[in-house]
């Protein structure tokens, strides 16, 4: 600032700039009310057209039924298919990610060198970077073909077992990422009680750490079900568009938003019963990922332990 | 550990059967340490797989050819230039946007709302849309910009679409850089007479710009990744023209990559192969880009 007189000029800024004081609050306030908008714009749009699908299709065919055939010339809309494939994939991937996810974290927290950490921790968080249609490619050529087929020669081409592990593979860091911090969130004098009583890292890891992190490591769990619920491509590529209820994980299943991109490629016209299904279908699996993203957060705050 | 040992030491010395106890557990130590291990070592050895199989199947189309191609339906003839350009076309219209949005919106946040009732419920929305599905923010832009404003499958229609679904990454980035710049900045400037938005316009933001600009390109690498958003607001697969305009078809690198994939000829897997080498290298250099900022002009106060 040159002088004093220029530089009070410039700053107070004289009637307009005490306007552009006044008025950029609500300005401010506009923009960031957009994603309120945004999540009244989803809910609403949802819901508008899901009503006008249950005029053609009644919610309890739809809650109950068994058959999902949209496409067909004999139409049936039951999601109960499509709930079948996602808990399936679902079911799979947190069966590889739990015990991945819970290995890395106490190990990173509990066992590793701070410099081990320090390398080890972005190194696995890359894996949560990598775009999901990758992980289709690789689901799809590498753990059916190579890896699965050996295993079980009968086994389709589109099944639930490679995408379920795919989608595992993809979770997995969000578990171990986020329970990971809330081990290394449990103070140390906890751990120092229980070495000088004359625990060894395993007992301290299990019976000290892991009690104390509990809700943290929960919540990622809980997290991670929601991501593998509405992970897409990776069930789009891997996965096939078969919706069927079978216990079979070798078999071609579809999910529910397996089927939103089935009928999105299919270039759905405008307020037909498929166009509509869409929705129907998208405020099922928005309303399961909403209730894990609340109950994730109701774990985290009600059961934390606190400590100074 | 020592203590542990020594303890171990003295029982065996004076010959209880704890020691035989003491060997177990430490067993039982040894048995779940080289457990967590695998499971480490398991995550690094699924990315080094996947990468190593992406390189292998993919390396052979990737000359500058298959950067400047048009796709066809001879996979020797095919490339990916109209989704690299469309890729950037989506990622430089959302930018802006997602600039203005996400910045106002965190700006109004952290400097303005404080614990006001407005601004407990845009937080509790943010954390909410975090966790909302990529693909359902697909069927809001079908609905809203595709269909509702009329725009049909163009650029415009994909970029919101993005942009809406990036938006908490960057509000909660530009927060947390908001938030690092200290309270002394601010009490200097009031201190000069500067307004509130004075303060704000010159002082706060420009010592948070890196912060904000490291979170921007995150969101935006997000942002190339994302396909199944896209899918359901239209990004065409088979274009044979580059987007000249806002209103233009178009199509994007995932979705080219995931056209390839589901063509029943194995030509066509190693293009898809190739095409995520080009995905990746782009995510590479932008995460690159990123990093870079956040240590070239991070200021610590």
């Not at chain 1, 004289?14 to 957009?34: F, H, I, K, Q, Y």
């Not at chain 1, 494939?85 to 590889?96: V, Y």
Request: charged share 15%; net charge positive; proline share 5%.
């Amino acid at each position: 600032m040159a002088g004093p007189a220029p530089g009070r000029e410039r700053w107070a800024g004289g009637a307009a700039g005490r306007t552009l004081d006044r008025w950029m609050p609500r300005v401010l306030l506009l923009l960031s009310l957009v994603s309120v908008v945004t999540t009244v714009g989803i809910v609403l749009t949802l819901a508008g057209e899901t009503a006008v699908f249950f005029r053609a299709v009644s919610p309890v065919e739809f809650l109950t039924g068994r058959q999902w055939t949209p496409l067909f010339a004999d139409k049936h809309f039951g999601i109960l298919p499509l709930l079948a494939g996602t808990m399936m994939i679902t079911a799979i991937a947190l069966l590889i990610a739990i015990p991945l996810g819970l290995g890395s974290a106490i190990y990173l927290s509990e066992y590793a060198s701070d410099r081990a950490r320090r390398i080890l921790k972005p190194v696995l968080e890359l894996l949560a970077g990598i775009p999901t249609i990758v992980y289709g490619y690789f689901a799809l050529t590498f753990i059916t073909q190579v890896v699965l087929k050996r295993l079980f020669p009968d086994i389709s081409v589109f099944n639930a077992l490679s995408a379920g592990i795919a989608v595992g593979i993809m979770v997995t860091p969000l578990i171990s990422s986020l329970s990971e911090d809330a081990m290394a969130a449990v103070p140390r004098r906890l751990r120092d009680g229980a070495y000088a009583l004359g625990a060894t890292r395993w007992e301290v890891a299990s019976q000290v750490v892991l009690p104390a992190a509990l809700s943290g490591v929960i919540s990622s769990v809980v997290l991670a079900f929601s991501r593998a619920i509405g992970e897409t491509m990776i069930v789009a590529v891997a996965a096939g568009s078969t919706p069927r209820l079978t216990w079979n994980p070798l078999e071609s299943v579809q999910t529910m938003t397996g089927y939103i991109v089935q009928a999105a490629l299919g270039d759905v016209g405008h307020g037909g019963l498929e166009y509509t299904s869409l929705f129907a279908v998208g405020i099922t699996l928005f309303l399961f990922t909403l209730g894990m993203n609340l109950l994730a957060l109701y774990i985290r705050g009600r059961f934390r332990e606190a400590y100074q | 550990m020592a203590r542990v040992l020594e303890a171990g030491a003295a029982a065996r010395a004076v010959g209880v059967p704890a020691a035989a106890h003491l060997r177990r557990r430490r067993r039982v130590d040894r048995f779940f340490r080289s457990l967590c291990l695998l499971a480490t070592l398991t995550g690094l050895a699924v990315l080094v797989v996947l990468l190593a199989d992406v390189v292998a199947d993919g390396w052979r189309h990737l000359d500058g050819q298959f950067l400047t191609r048009f796709n066809s339906r001879l996979p020797e003839r095919a490339g990916i230039f109209p989704a690299l350009v469309g890729s950037l076309w989506v990622v430089g219209v959302a930018a802006p946007v997602l600039l203005v949005l996400g910045v106002g919106t965190a700006v109004y946040l952290e400097e303005y709302g404080g614990n006001s009732v407005w601004a407990r419920l845009i937080k509790i929305n943010i954390d909410n849309l975090a966790g909302v599905p990529s693909i359902i923010y697909g069927i809001l832009g079908l609905a809203l910009f595709v269909r509702g404003l009329g725009l049909g499958t163009v650029v415009l229609a994909g970029a919101l679409t993005m942009a809406l679904l990036v938006l908490p990454v960057v509000i909660v980035a530009t927060q947390e850089a908001l938030r690092a710049v200290p309270p002394s900045l601010r009490h200097a400037s009031y201190a000069l007479g500067a307004t509130r938005w004075q303060t704000t316009w010159r002082v706060v933001l420009p010592a948070a710009l890196p912060g904000i600009l490291t979170g921007t390109i995150l969101a935006l690498s997000r942002a190339i990744g994302e396909t199944a958003p896209l899918i359901v607001v239209g990004a065409v697969t088979f274009v044979r023209f580059v987007p000249a305009g806002l209103l233009d078809p178009y199509t994007v690198l995932p979705i080219q990559i995931y056209s390839w994939i589901m063509l029943p000829q194995d030509a066509f897997k190693e293009l898809a192969a190739a095409g995520i080498i080009v995905l990746l290298a782009v995510l590479l250099v932008m995460n690159g880009l990123a990093i870079y900022l956040r240590n070239r002009y991070q200021q610590r106060w």
